[in-house]
């Protein structure tokens, strides 16, 4: 008697685990429309200033939601959306995004090829790949900087160094930014918007 009645709920668990499973990946899909529509149904925006999520490291991608639901970093868009995700939320979308395939298509024609070089220079003085990957491609909590459009990349540098973002764990970003200035952060923001 005890043998089928284990065997019984056995096969119940064992019926009931898709449907749980398919009731969390389309609760999961409910807190990712507000995402896709900003930063793109694949993971690559279109829109002026909002970044491109796919291929992001997750750990990047769940610290900017932690920040922004704490309020550590200021966003009148993120920081209502951020606040209503739990944790399980944010690790979910960090590891949607992640999976996600990064801009590949190459860079258009390179209309400052002077800038293009002096940020090459200041990428490897400042040595951007030591935290962000020899390809720029992003590594465990530092942003992939590949591919992400110039106009991006120079408002986060710019954020930087104002202190309006912060950056995580012994990531020195604040203080890489403070000293550059605008001519640099620019050579910077073009240089690494043409890495593929």
């Known amino acids: 008697m005890q043998r089928s009645l284990l065997c019984a709920f056995f096969a119940t668990t064992l019926a009931l685990a898709p449907m749980a499973q398919g009731a969390e990946d389309a609760a999961i899909k409910t807190k990712l429309e507000p995402c896709l529509s900003c930063h793109g149904e694949n993971g690559v925006s279109t829109l002026d200033g909002v970044p491109s999520l796919a291929g992001e490291p997750d750990l990047f991608l769940e610290w900017q939601l932690v920040f922004f639901r704490t309020g550590r970093v200021k966003s009148e868009i993120m920081q209502p ?43 490897t003085a400042q040595h951007c790949g030591n935290c962000h990957g020899d390809g720029f491609q992003g590594n465990q909590a530092a942003a992939r900087l590949a591919g992400q459009r110039e106009e991006v990349l120079l408002k986060a540098l710019h954020d930087y160094k104002s202190g309006a973002r912060v950056g995580t764990g012994v990531a020195a970003m604040p203080e890489i930014a403070f000293p550059l200035d605008d001519e640099q952060m620019r050579a910077l923001a073009h240089f690494m918007s043409r890495q593929r």
Request: proline letters at 14%.
């Open 81 to 123: 959306l951020a606040a209503a995700l739990s944790d399980d939320d944010v690790r979910a979308i960090g590891a949607y995004f992640t999976t996600l395939a990064p801009l590949k298509s190459p860079p258009p024609p390179d209309d400052a090829p002077e800038l293009t070089a002096a940020g090459r220079q200041l990428a």
